[in-house]
């Protein structure tokens, strides 16, 4: 018997963050009956005066949302991380060990308007959405450490509030994810002399088989070790460490994929696709100064859908006690998406 990716189990390793994936195509056979739900529903009104995000509504804090005209930036009223805390004691327990945790969170509105998102945006409105991105991680990234700008999209996804924004959450410390990635991306590169992405890039445009969308500067894929049934990655062309390293062609052209990207997943089931996305880049802070070849800035969309608008995937046990497992190939995956078309379904 002949073996088939694309019928016989396997395991695919992740050299980002050195682990295997199982993927077993043949239980894509099986008949569904768990869980489904709900799609999202597209109808929501330009202003709501109870939105927060709004211009020109009271939030939860007291505080005034003012009556912007592009992107507003302010410092989220319940975050997560605070820029000052009483330091916990120092132990010399190996297991009940605990670090300072300080920084700050931040929401970003992309624009006024409730009823707009990427699709929808004009190139210059988009840009605008990068530009701010941008100025947020310059500026973040003098003081802390890690920048982590990353949104989520959709209530499967626990956003609840429909208004098109996105979060900054800035940190002393360096997070799992990105730690992980930044151990394994320095030993690929010690060991290769060359860029894991940007070989891993390369290697991509040659083979042409995970490809969903790509232009002058940037490129789609779903990668060959993707966990998510329709997990993507986007990856410049052109190495650069961090956003703060985009310049203005790079800019325009990410415009184009956060309008096609989104415009693709939604065409796919044809609903507002949920997912959680977000940009890794080299560590900043007292790294900033720190030679950091090994890094190549990429973005990460991570969706939940499965099968259709109403079915996701369960990240339970087998994944939960073992390893992640996927049944659709990321082949098949990076086709789907491929083939939708790059204007947006109407209702």
């Given at each position: 018997?002949t073996f088939?990716?694309n019928e016989?189990?396997?395991?695919?390793?992740?050299?980002?963050?050195?682990?295997?994936?199982?993927?077993?195509?043949?239980r894509?056979?099986?008949?569904?009956?768990g869980?489904?739900e709900?799609?999202?529903?597209?109808?929501?009104?330009r202003?709501?005066?109870?939105?927060?995000l709004?211009?020109g509504?009271?939030r939860?804090?007291g505080?005034?949302?003012p009556?912007?005209?592009s992107?507003y930036v302010?410092e989220?009223d319940f975050?997560?991380?605070l820029?000052?805390?009483?330091?916990?004691a120092?132990?010399d327990d190996?297991?009940?060990?605990t670090?300072?945790?300080?920084?700050?969170?931040?929401?970003?509105?992309y624009?006024?308007?409730?009823d707009?998102y990427?699709?929808n945006?004009?190139?210059?409105e988009?840009v605008?959405?990068?530009?701010?991105?941008?100025?947020?991680?310059?500026?973040l990234?003098?003081?802390?450490?890690w920048v982590?700008?990353?949104?989520?999209?959709g209530?499967?996804?626990?956003?609840?509030?429909?208004?098109?924004h996105c979060?900054?959450w800035?940190?002393?410390?360096?997070?799992n994810?990105?730690r992980?990635?930044d151990?394994?991306?320095?030993k690929?590169y010690?060991k290769?002399?060359?860029?894991m992405?940007?070989?891993?890039?390369e290697?991509?445009l040659?083979?042409?088989?995970?490809i969903?969308?790509?232009n002058?500067?940037w490129?789609?894929?779903v990668?060959?070790w993707?966990v998510?049934?329709f997990?993507t990655m986007?990856?410049?062309?052109r190495?650069?460490?961090?956003?703060?390293d985009?310049d203005?062609?790079?800019?325009?052209?990410l415009?184009q994929?956060l309008?096609t990207?989104?415009?693709?997943?939604?065409?796919?089931?044809k609903?507002?696709?949920?997912?959680?996305?977000?940009?890794?880049?080299?560590?900043t802070g007292?790294k900033?100064?720190?030679c950091q070849?090994?890094?190549?800035?990429h973005g990460?969309?991570?969706?939940?859908?499965?099968?259709?608008?109403?079915?996701?995937k369960?990240?339970?046990?087998?994944?939960?006690?073992a390893?992640a497992?996927?049944?659709l190939?990321?082949e098949?995956?990076?086709?789907?998406l491929r083939?939708?078309?790059?204007k947006?379904?109407?209702l």
């Amino acid at each position: 018997m002949t073996f088939n990716p694309n019928e016989h189990q396997h395991l695919r390793y992740n050299p980002l963050k050195d682990e295997w994936v199982l993927v077993s195509p043949h239980r894509s056979l099986r008949p569904w009956s768990g869980q489904t739900e709900t799609p999202p529903t597209e109808e929501v009104p330009r202003f709501d005066p109870t939105n927060p995000l709004c211009p020109g509504v009271t939030r939860a804090s007291g505080k005034v949302t003012p009556k912007y005209e592009s992107t507003y930036v302010f410092e989220n009223d319940f975050p997560a991380l605070l820029q000052e805390g009483p330091e916990p004691a120092e132990s010399d327990d190996p297991l009940f060990q605990t670090k300072t945790a300080k920084g700050t969170c931040r929401v970003i509105c992309y624009h006024p308007y409730t009823d707009v998102y990427f699709y929808n945006l004009s190139t210059k409105e988009i840009v605008a959405v990068i530009d701010e991105w941008i100025k947020q991680a310059k500026e973040l990234g003098r003081e802390y450490t890690w920048v982590q700008i990353f949104e989520n999209r959709g209530t499967m996804m626990g956003c609840s509030n429909p208004h098109p924004h996105c979060q900054i959450w800035a940190s002393t410390f360096l997070p799992n994810e990105p730690r992980i990635k930044d151990i394994n991306l320095r030993k690929f590169y010690d060991k290769y002399q060359k860029p894991m992405l940007q070989d891993y890039v390369e290697k991509e445009l040659q083979k042409r088989e995970r490809i969903v969308y790509e232009n002058s500067e940037w490129v789609v894929v779903v990668p060959y070790w993707a966990v998510w049934p329709f997990e993507t990655m986007v990856l410049p062309k052109r190495q650069i460490q961090r956003f703060t390293d985009v310049d203005d062609r790079q800019k325009e052209a990410l415009a184009q994929v956060l309008q096609t990207v989104v415009v693709k997943y939604d065409n796919l089931f044809k609903c507002k696709f949920p997912y959680s996305m977000g940009w890794h880049g080299a560590p900043t802070g007292d790294k900033l100064e720190e030679c950091q070849p090994h890094w190549t800035f990429h973005g990460i969309y991570i969706p939940p859908l499965l099968r259709s608008a109403t079915v996701k995937k369960f990240m339970v046990g087998y994944e939960v006690l073992a390893q992640a497992q996927r049944d659709l190939t990321v082949e098949k995956a990076a086709a789907m998406l491929r083939e939708q078309p790059e204007k947006r379904f109407s209702l």
